[in-house]
DNA sequence: GTATCCATTGCACACGTGTGCAGGAACCAA
DNA sequence: TTGGTTCCTGCACACGTGTGCAATGGATAC
């Protein structure tokens, strides 16, 4: 159906090598036959197949990138990242999401390791461990973004969360909140836990008891997730003060529920965020949040995926590289010090 | 380096022909062999080569899709629309973002072209027109998706966006808002005309004037051009009772700037935004929208074009095809009748 | 005139898979 | 035994592109 080069050397009288040597800019190629082939392939209106070429080449210039959900405004954040490296180098993106779904992470997977992607990008957090070390037994290159199981994976960028966690709990502490309690999101595998433990070693700094009713996971990151489980948080006897959410998604639905509950942000409590999405500007009050370098982020996984790729780094074996950023805390408006009557000593 | 179905004929002491068949399913070859042969690829960990294949078949299941942008929402739940409609058909995802750059754009149509997608679905508005024509031109089944270019299409989704935009006009006629204004993004093509175009007949309709200054373009739509737009009708002699913007994202950043102007929402100011994202419920005060069904115009969509490329509908220009999908009016809090004094008249 | 060299091009094969057709084996009937 | 049928399998070619190597032809040097 479609010309190919062929039909091209049909054309202009010359073999079909000829027509390749020529579209592919080889010099051997003398200068008015290359240029006679390439006005023909222009008028015929060519297109290479690049199902030909990488079958050919084993190359397919196209990179895999796998994400969680392709709601979630965090990883298009991250996707735009990527994309943006990675065109100027003249390569695609075959794109999927888990859904959290295991029958689909395995379809995933199995999509990528057809389709010959040259590289792969992680980026679901609670990607199943399992299809990662398929994707590796199959010799892709893989880039792992804030993927909990790294153990196996030798290239990584990571965000530093312990660290984003500890700045947001720090802040709370030091506004003189001593009652902190910790929504977590039990989807997101490793992430949710290493906020947990930035929240947690904070506190213990601090000398701050952290009661067992004061962290709760959710199933997901949903707003509306957020706005149910605050309810808890108010029942409890001694409510605490400020809220540390796993993100803004689950902060945006907080904010919601107190509102709803008739508790005003800062004055009565406090909420933080995670990733400043950019919808966290907008909210009433402003949200307070955990600047996450998502672009970045994406960014420095495609550069570091396409320097795999370059030829002379033959041995992909050779180092593990690791690279992690860290997030600047993002100060608003629903922070601030704790009422005084709300200070709880026994 | 893959195992390759002549791997597994050596192994198995067939024909890489043999081979092919069985893993094919073709019942002509006996039950005992195909089954050794299958045992035989799993437990070489073979995978089928999509390059090899599709080369050989002149079909690639992969279908295109182009958004205008990866980092909006609303795009984001289209295409969360389509792949939950393509994945159990066996489809994967080829997706890039125009980001309105026309180089860009032409670099997506060539890659498009190049991987042979078996489809394309165009959801970016501003899509060009030419680059469209481009695809057409190259035999490639496309399903426009709100595209401005309509013309040469014959088969697209459409969100009946005049209808949509009067909803929400006669909602604030009939509270009793007189002075409407509009703010439009230029980016957004035929949409935000579309748009308009509700909102002129409506006000037509109910002999309402719409002065010059009453209707604003930024170009884009992202929140802070819409914080920066209200500015602008902030300093009208006679300022509007209630803005229709051209999507949430635009509302949303008005509603910031009105906030900062001290102007209560929707007590002295009306903002109704367009195409409910999921964040629109989560504003102060939650704003009122028009609800357009986008996963089910992904889905329709997606549904659309898997529909063209079943083998029995040979004759694709038969007949046109346009489907248009009309939202709901969803009545929130940033609408409400004007203040009394508001009302003008000279 | 012959040998040599260089520039240019074509031949032939390869990549991994799918498929029409022929061929072989086994079985049954005559 | 022969002929016909059914069932299974292999041969060979095709898809569109890339590339090592040989071949061609013209120019230059002797």
Known sequence: MATTIKDIAKRTGVSHSTVSRALRGNTIISLETAERIRRAAQEMGYQPSAAARSLKTNRTQVLGVIVSSLADPFFSEILYGIEQCVQDCGYSLFIAASEHDPARERKIVQT???QRTDGVIICSSSFSAEQGRQLIAHGFPIVAVNYQAAE???YSIYHDDVDGSRQLTRHLINLGHRRIAYLGNSHSGRTTL???SGYRSEMNAARLPIPDEYIQHVHGGEPH????????????EHPPTAILCFNDML???VLQGL???GISVPAQISVTGFDNITFSAYTRPALTTLDQPKRSIGREAAELLLDLLKPDNGSPSEGQQVKILKGTLLVRESTAAPETQGDCKK
Chains 1, 2 share one sequence.
């Open 251 to 253: 902060a945006i639905g």
């Open 152 to 154: 196996g994976f030798h």
């Open 194 to 196: 290493d906020r947990l």
């Open 225 to 236: 997730l957020g706005q149910t489980a605050v309810e808890r948080f108010l029942r409890l």
């Open 112 to 114: 990528m390791m057809e």
């Open 259 to 261: 509102s709803l509950a």
